[in-house]
């Protein structure tokens, strides 16, 4: 298969075809000069389309990471044959990298605060991992590497707060477990309109009108068929509204109605 063939394949629009592109040209510069590769930090869906790309390419050598295990963004390395994962993950010259802020105590900043300084800065999304809030006024911020100087430098507020600055090791990075909410319900199928509403608590009607608007998408890929059947183990998302995980379908209740188990980030 070609470049063009496996492009034509893979990719469901402009974008995502200028994406998968540019990691082609990463695995090939790794594959051909034997160096270390990268992309940029790429989202829950992009990194779902990288992998069916690398799948259907034949599984090259690769690792998704972002810097700590379960990472939400996460860069695509291409490593050459001389290279072992472990050493690419323990390398503290590696591609990634971290910063810790402090801001005041009384400081009330949330993701969407720190995300928006950060940009203001000039640094595009692709060069940020993910931002955790480990409490006592701080904040970790995942990068790439060539990005530090740049936040080390310029990275002086977010709003009207003061924030002083240092670089951490990956392995000093506080990350706080996942605040869930389970719940219990019954569908009359496992539509994806009947279990999007159960996870967010929404009408029927009011989850179909996100599913047509083109907010949700399962496994971090878009879903504009409302009738479009849940398995167990799938990630629903919702923009606006967050994430919920399919955590069990233990069968029919007396009734006749499946069961579901629900996750629901909070």
């Keep these: 298969m070609t470049k063009k063939e496996l492009l034509d394949r893979c990719a ?15 695995l090939e510069l790794s594959q051909n000069r034997g ?27 690769h690792l998704f990471w972002g810097g700590y295990e379960d990472a939400e963004r996460t860069i695509c390395a291409f490593l050459p044959d001389w290279q072992e994962a472990d050493d690419f993950l323990t390398d503290p010259e590696g591609p ?21 300084s950060l940009m203001g800065l ?14 006592d006024g ?6 790439l590497r060539e990005a530090l100087p740049i936040l080390l430098s310029q990275w ?33 199928t496992p539509r994806l309109d009947a279990v999007l509403a159960a996870g967010f608590s929404l009408s029927r009607s009011k989850a179909a009108a996100y599913i047509s608007g083109g907010k949700v998408a399962i496994n971090h890929r878009e879903c504009l068929k409302a009738d479009k ?12 509204l967050g994430k ?23």
């Excluded at 000039?122 to 409490?135: A, C, F, H």
């Excluded at 398995?231 to 606006?240: A, I, N, S």
Aim: hydrophobic letters at 40%; a neutral charge; aromatic letters at 4%.
């Design 35 to 61: 160096i270390p590769a990268h992309t940029q930090f790429l989202s829950p869906g992009e990194g779902t389309s990288v992998a069916d790309l690398l799948n259907a390419w034949g599984h090259p050598r």
């Design 122 to 135: 000039g640094l595009t999304r692709e060069k940020l991992g993910d931002i955790l809030l480990p409490g």
């Design 12 to 26: 469901h629009s402009g974008e995502e075809r200028v994406l998968l592109a540019r990691v082609l040209d990463k």
């Design 229 to 240: 059947t849940v398995e167990e183990g799938d990630t629903l998302t919702c923009r606006g």
């Design 138 to 143: 701080r904040c970790q911020v995942l990068l």
């Design 96 to 116: 990634l990298t971290a910063v810790e802020a402090v801001f005041p105590p009384n400081a009330s900043l949330g993701h969407r605060d720190i995300l928006g």
């Design 156 to 188: 002086e507020s977010a709003g009207r707060w003061k924030v002083s600055l240092k670089e951490i090791p990956l392995a000093d990075l506080e990350v706080r477990p996942a605040q869930v909410k389970t719940i219990r319900d019954t569908v009359a």
């Design 244 to 266: 919920c995980v399919v955590k069990e379908v233990p069968g029919q209740s007396k009734k006749g109605r499946t069961m579901l188990v629900l996750e629901r980030y909070i």
